[in-house]
């Protein structure tokens, strides 16, 4: 059986993907205790990595503004009305 790639080294799609693959195997109910709470444990680790990725995705995105004089500028996320 293959190792894993660590969480931290995947990508956003990545670890969605297979966090949907565990919860899909865990639904069905037919997962050895033991592997389930591995998977579980796994499936954690994607949730929070993935969080993370939205986090970091969600500070880069900016708003970007028109003043009433006409100038043009960008606000980050956090500071949108």
Do not use: W
Not at 3 to 13: G, I, S
Not at 26 to 32: D, M, S
Not at 56 to 72: F, L, T
């Amino acid at each position: 059986m293959n190792k894993p790639a660590p969480v931290e080294q995947l990508t956003f799609e990545t670890a969605l993907g297979e966090l949907e693959t565990i919860v899909r195997n865990l639904e069905k109910g037919e997962t050895a205790l033991e592997d389930s709470i591995t998977a579980y444990e796994r499936g954690m680790a994607l949730k929070t990595h993935c969080e993370k990725k939205l986090r970091e995705a969600q500070s880069k995105i900016e708003k970007i503004s028109i003043s009433k004089d006409g100038s043009i500028k960008t606000v980050p996320f956090e500071e949108q009305e």
